[in-house]
């Protein structure tokens, strides 16, 4: 598995890292998959890229959208020592007034978007060119003036997976700021496949060691969870200035009419997915300012993993995992005193909790893609989609809100492709 693939979609399971301790160094070509087919390649590709397109978000509010530029000086880089302070990108989503003259956002920015094609596509079997990265565009609208009738606004803190971008989560994060949340999407630089910041420049990951052996990844797999929760509690710490009136000055654009009176950060949730889930849960665990968190199919990492957590935890899991095959789940589990609850996606695969669920098919229907399946499961991806919106929107609407809900024990005969488990 090359090394991109492992950063979208890896797990932190010992299987996946026996796969990724195989896979080649850093900037080889992927390896053929059983059968000996290689990875889609020009003759293949169609001669104009694919436009690609996301689904709409659901609830009744439009959504804008907002990126930060954000500087920690009060620490260096934990990734890149040499430099004195951390630097971060982040996307704000949130119910948004209807209405024009906002244009929407771009699933990722020209730069990143072409850094992805060019190095994150074909890893994933996608040949450069070949899609219309670029060209994605969310349904969420560029500095639109924040819904007032929503009144103060639940937070959720979202998390990608080890070396994804937060684009990866838009239509998940799309989806609950719709549904009436701020949520805060956070890039990891230098851990991120690609960042870029205001004027088009472009940080990309650092370069994985070549001997990726087991113990190799889980020391980077670590190293990278200290600094999503160093990154995360400087994330709080702003939501909490943002919300005293204090508007960051940072280089981006200025803050939408309403934002900084918006934020209550006294109901903050967080989301995350694979090494996403695993931070979620250990800042709920660490941090009173966390009131919830749901981990997308990601095992556990740090203390969570053995002592559990006292708050509201949701955990969605894929293919045929169950609480009992995930060592860290089992204990976790074990250990907890406040609500839980545990959903199986049937037929999906880890990167069914990602974006691509719904942007492969597209590519399928015009070229192979190899390893499709593996990589998003043969779940249909519609409701797929639907699903994990559904239960991910009731967790925060019942423990941020207290709406109450009992989707998540009963899903019900409507929803045949989830799974409680106990």
């Known amino acids: 598995m090359p090394p991109t693939r492992r950063a979208l979609l890896g797990t932190l399971g010992a299987a996946a890292l026996a796969t990724v301790a195989a896979a080649p160094a850093p900037g080889s070509r ?29 609830g009744p509010w439009p959504v804008g959208t907002v990126a930060l530029h954000l500087i920690d000086d009060s620490r260096p880089d934990p990734l890149l020592p040499a430099k004195p302070y951390r630097e971060l990108m982040a996307g ?51 500095g639109a003036p924040v819904a007032r009738r929503a009144g103060r606004l639940p937070v959720v803190l979202f998390s990608s997976g080890d070396g994804g971008s937060r684009a990866l989560g ?15 999407a956070l890039d990891s630089t230098y851990e991120a496949e690609q960042v870029e910041f205001p004027g088009g420049r472009v940080e990309r990951a650092l ?29 709080l710490g702003a939501l909490d200035r943002l919300a005293r009136g204090d508007r960051p000055d940072t280089g981006t654009d200025p803050l939408p009419d309403g934002l900084a009176e918006a ?35 990601g ?45 199986r996606l049937r037929n999906a695969a880890h990167g069914s909790y990602t974006d691509l669920q719904v942007l492969l098919p597209q590519l399928v229907r015009r070229f192979p893609v190899p390893d499709a399946a593996g990589l998003i499961g043969t779940v249909d991806p519609r409701r797929s989609l639907a699903a994990q919106r559904t239960a991910v929107a009731a967790f925060f609407t019942r423990y941020l809100t207290g709406r109450p809900t009992d989707f998540l024990d009963r899903p019900g005969d409507d929803w045949p492709e989830l799974e409680v488990l106990r």
């Open 30 to 58: 992927p390896a053929a998959p059983a059968g000996g087919r290689g990875p889609a390649h020009a003759p293949d590709s169609p001669a104009a890229p694919v436009p690609l397109h996301l689904p709409a978000p659901t």
């Open 92 to 142: 704000l989503w949130y119910p948004a007034e209807p209405g024009a003259g906002h244009p929407t956002a771009p699933w990722l920015p020209p730069a990143a978007a072409a850094d992805w094609d060019a190095h994150s596509a074909p890893a994933l079997g996608v040949p450069a060119g070949a899609a219309d990265w670029r060209g994605i565009r969310t349904h969420a609208r560029t």
């Open 170 to 184: 838009t239509t998940l994060v799309e989806e609950l700021a719709s549904r009436g949340h701020l949520v805060v």
């Open 207 to 235: 370069p994985l060691p070549d001997d990726l052996t087991p113990e190799v990844i889980a020391a980077l797999l670590a190293e990278h969870s200290r600094a999503r929760l160093a990154d995360a509690r400087f994330v």
């Open 263 to 297: 934020a209550d950060p006294a109901r903050t949730g967080v989301l995350g997915q694979s090494l996403g889930g695993s931070v979620a849960a250990q800042l709920a665990h660490d941090e009173p300012r966390v009131r919830a968190a749901a981990d997308l199919d």
């Open 299 to 343: 095992a556990l990492l740090g203390p969570v993993a053995d002592s559990g957590l006292a708050k509201p935890f949701l955990l969605m899991a894929s293919g045929t995992k169950t609480l009992h095959t995930e060592p860290s789940w089992a204990s976790c589990w074990a250990a907890s005193t406040g609500p839980r609850h545990a959903l």
